[in-house]
Structures are given as structure tokens and as C-alpha cells.
Nanobody, 127 residues
């Protein structure tokens, strides 16, 4: 499974960006997918996750209410709509897929749950 994340860029604080993540094969994307990010000098951290149907989501406290993860169907790309961006949101954003489940579980916020990762897309928020 190959994942391709795109949509990053430079934006001013308070602005918005939408990231997308597409899997290489239709059937391979019908699982739980997540977004993580890694800021310079920091460990990678969980941002959001979505079940295969899109019906269940989970967010990190730091982005809840500002970011929205979505997918139109089990086989569509996964999107991360980021609003009210802050300089501390600056990071490389990675999408990932957990091929062991189609739902949100207690592991959905943990890197270890995910089997395949995209290459990352850089988001820079200027103050």
C-alpha cells in the first residue's frame, strides 16, 4: 500500500489548508486512517483518525474544534481540513493506514497501530 499526502504549504496564522491522502489501491484504503504530525525537534504526534466509513472520528485535544478529518466513502481519499491555524501547527503531516481495523479503537492515536505511512507534507504557519 502506498499513501500519497499532499496539500501542505505556507499560510498565515488564522488561515486554512486542506490536506488530502490517497491510497494506491481502492481496496487498500477501506480501513481506519489517521493523520500525524512532526514538528522540528519534536516527536511525531497524533492529530486525527477516521473509521473506514467516515462515521467515527477522533482528534487530538490540540486540534479539536479547528481541524476536521473526513472521507466521502471507504475508498475515497481522506482529507484533513485545518482551520484557524496557529504557528504551533507547523509540522510535517503524515497520513497512515491501519489495515487491522475499520473502526476507531483505543490504539487509533498511537503510531504503532498503523502499518503504512505516506511521505509527509509540510505545513508552515507564519505568525
Amino acid at each position: 500500500v502506498q499513501l500519497q499526502a499532499c496539500g501542505g504549504g505556507l499560510v498565515q496564522a488564522g488561515g486554512s489548508l486542506r490536506l488530502s491522502c490517497k491510497a494506491s489501491a481502492r481496496t487498500s484504503s477501506s480501513y481506519t486512517m489517521g493523520w500525524f504530525r512532526q514538528a522540528p525537534g519534536k516527536e511525531r504526534e497524533f492529530v486525527a483518525a477516521i473509521s473506514y466509513s467516515g462515521g467515527t472520528t477522533r482528534y487530538a485535544a490540540s486540534v479539536k474544534g479547528r481541524f476536521r478529518i473526513s472521507r466521502d466513502s471507504a475508498w475515497s481519499p481522506v482529507y484533513l481540513q485545518m482551520n484557524s491555524l496557529k504557528p504551533e501547527d507547523t509540522a510535517v503531516y503524515f497520513c497512515a493506514i491501519d489495515v487491522n481495523t475499520r473502526s476507531i479503537t483505543s490504539d487509533s492515536a498511537r503510531e504503532r497501530a498503523y502499518d503504512y505511512w505516506g511521505q509527509g507534507t509540510l505545513v508552515t504557519v507564519s505568525s
